[in-house]
């Protein structure tokens, strides 16, 4: 168990995913996997809450993995009626659930980058996975773990969890109990291979090897050191970001005017709310319809870490904007 728990450790420090002795919430299911993630994040000294979703999508069952994640792990219970509802769609549903806590953790392992990998090769055409942080700040410090070992933890920690008969039914189930094992079949460390594709892929900084995979559309990444790569549609550049709103400059099909002292032009950043006000900017979004893969290239006007015009959505009278 000490061993596992320093391999968790090391990682969560190696790609700063959380302070020392710092703040986070689990987002747990009440399964092996997020009662390993909430049990070992409080024995290395983070200050661990949980929040469990209930989609009420199997009855009884779904009633009782809430129970047990309140009563077992003090998660908070928030209920969202998800029936009918795709994978895709249940996914956006808990993170408006969850996007009001500071940090977010789910425990996400090896074995889910994996079926990740499996499924990109076969829907995109490329072998991408699970960053250890998300583009919405969620972070995954359980991916240098199996599933097979969270279980282990659980049992050796006396930890009871649930098992998810539902998943089976769900794409991730079928590669799971499927694809994977003829795969196994074909070669016993197919899981391990299937994992090292990550590693040898084109040697691409992460962010940006995600930014080629990613279906068309328009979007930003932050490459670090001031840089960020833009794509929208079929054409790919890199940027220095943020820009310097000096009189006038072009951001994508965007033109900016401003006199005011002290504006930079940037992409949007989760977390981000207009000035001295707590609407966030995720909001805005989504009231002005901008589509989900628009909305990383939009230009955000900003004084600091503050927010002061959204083009052609929130306007500021001496901030001037053009689409072409």
């Given at each position: 168990?000490?061993?596992?728990?320093?391999?968790?450790?090391?990682?969560?420090?190696?790609?700063?995913?959380?302070?020392?002795?710092?703040?986070?919430?689990?987002?747990?299911?009440?399964?092996?996997?997020?009662?390993?993630?909430?049990?070992?994040?409080?024995?290395?000294?983070h200050?661990?809450?949980?929040?469990?979703?209930?989609?009420?999508?199997?009855?009884?069952?779904?009633?009782?993995?809430?129970?047990?994640?309140?009563?077992?792990?003090?998660?908070?219970?928030v209920?969202?009626?998800?029936?009918?509802?795709?994978?895709?769609?249940?996914?956006?549903?808990?993170?408006?659930?969850?996007?009001?806590?500071?940090?977010?953790?789910?425990?996400?392992?090896?074995?889910?980058?994996?079926?990740?990998?499996?499924?990109r090769?076969?829907?995109?055409?490329?072998?991408?996975?699970?960053?250890?942080?998300?583009?919405?700040?969620?972070?995954h410090?359980?991916?240098?773990?199996?599933?097979?070992?969270?279980?282990?933890?659980?049992?050796a920690?006396?930890?009871?969890?649930?098992?998810?008969?539902?998943?089976?039914?769900?794409?991730?189930?079928?590669?799971?109990?499927?694809?994977?094992?003829?795969?196994?079949?074909?070669?016993?460390?197919?899981?391990?291979?299937?994992?090292?594709?990550?590693?040898?892929?084109?040697?691409?900084?992460?962010?940006?090897?995600?930014?080629?995979?990613?279906?068309?559309?328009?979007k930003?990444?932050?490459?670090?050191?001031?840089?960020?790569?833009?794509?929208?549609?079929?054409?790919?550049?890199?940027?220095?970001?943020?820009?310097?709103?000096?009189?006038?400059?072009?951001?994508?099909?965007?033109?900016?005017?401003?006199?005011?002292?002290?504006?930079?032009?940037?992409?949007?950043?989760?977390?981000?709310?207009?000035?001295?006000?707590?609407?966030?900017?995720?909001?805005?979004?989504?009231?002005?319809?901008?589509?989900?893969?628009?909305?990383?290239?939009?230009?955000?006007?900003?004084?600091?870490?503050?927010?002061?015009?959204?083009?052609?959505?929130?306007?500021?009278?001496?901030?001037?904007?053009?689409?072409?």
């Amino acid at each position: 168990m000490e061993q596992l728990r320093d391999r968790v450790e090391r990682f969560v420090r190696a790609h700063e995913l959380i302070p020392p002795g710092g703040e986070v919430t689990c987002l747990v299911s009440g399964g092996a996997d997020s009662t390993c993630l909430w049990h070992v994040l409080g024995e290395l000294g983070h200050a661990v809450s949980a929040v469990h979703v209930n989609h009420k999508l199997r009855g009884a069952d779904s009633e009782e993995d809430a129970r047990f994640c309140a009563d077992v792990l003090g998660a908070e219970v928030v209920e969202r009626d998800g029936r009918g509802l795709s994978e895709a769609e249940l996914r956006d549903q808990r993170r408006q659930v969850t996007d009001c806590y500071k940090l977010r953790a789910t425990g996400h392992t090896a074995s889910d980058q994996v079926e990740t990998i499996l499924y990109r090769l076969v829907s995109r055409g490329a072998a991408t996975g699970i960053a250890p942080r998300a583009d919405d700040g969620v972070v995954h410090p359980l991916l240098p773990l199996w599933r097979e070992e969270t279980e282990a933890y659980c049992r050796a920690a006396g930890l009871d969890f649930r098992i998810d008969a539902s998943n089976a039914d769900t794409k991730r189930g079928l590669i799971r109990d499927e694809i994977l094992p003829l795969l196994r079949r074909l070669h016993p460390a197919a899981d391990e291979n299937l994992l090292r594709a990550l590693d040898t892929r084109a040697t691409l900084p992460p962010a940006l090897a995600e930014l080629l995979a990613a279906p068309v559309g328009s979007k930003r990444v932050d490459l670090g050191g001031g840089l960020q790569a833009v794509r929208e549609h079929e054409r790919l550049w890199l940027e220095r970001g943020p820009v310097e709103l000096a009189g006038e400059i072009r951001w994508g099909e965007w033109t900016i005017r401003s006199e005011l002292q002290g504006l930079r032009v940037r992409g949007w950043r989760p977390g981000d709310r207009l000035a001295g006000r707590r609407r966030k900017i995720q909001d805005v979004f989504v009231d002005a319809k901008v589509p989900r893969s628009e909305r990383e290239a939009w230009p955000l006007v900003v004084r600091g870490d503050e927010v002061v015009a959204v083009p052609g959505i929130v306007e500021h009278p001496e901030v001037q904007a053009v689409r072409d």
